[in-house]
């Protein structure tokens, strides 16, 4: 499976910007897709994770109640809008998916995913 992910930026705080991320391949019911971040200096870390077949989602904390994922099962694509952008939110976003690997425990943990998109740069400018 590759992942493209787009939709990066730069944008001024409290803005938006909605990532996306194509997959290749269909018939994806069975994986989970998540969204990772990575700031200068520090650890890749989970954002958002949403289940292809199901309505489940799930947010880290410092997300929650600001950014919102989706997908069109018809696109093979996963979205992540981000809403009330702060400086702390510049970082390299990566989207991930899995099938064998991924399950409703581990999705926030990186060796959960077997591949991996090539990141969009968001920044955030106060």
């Known amino acids: 499976v590759q992942l493209q992910a787009s939709g990066g930026g730069l944008v001024q705080a409290g803005g938006s910007l909605r990532l996306s991320c194509a997959a290749s391949?269909?018939?994806?019911?069975?994986?989970?897709m998540g969204w990772f971040r990575q700031a200068p200096g520090k650890e890749r870390e989970f954002i958002a994770a949403i289940r292809w077949s199901t309505d489940w989602t799930s947010f880290a904390q410092s997300v929650k109640g600001r950014f919102i994922i989706s997908r069109d099962n018809a696109k093979n694509t996963v979205y992540l809008q981000m809403n009330s952008l702060k400086p702390e939110d510049t970082a390299v976003y990566y989207c991930?998916?899995?099938?064998?690997?991924?399950?409703?425990?581990?999705?926030?943990?990186?060796?959960?995913?077997?591949?991996w998109g090539q990141g969009t740069q968001v920044t955030v400018s106060s």
């Open positions: 991930a998916t899995a099938a064998t690997t991924w399950n409703y425990s581990n999705y926030e943990r990186l060796g959960a995913y077997e591949y």
């Open positions: 391949r269909r018939n994806l019911v069975s994986y989970g």
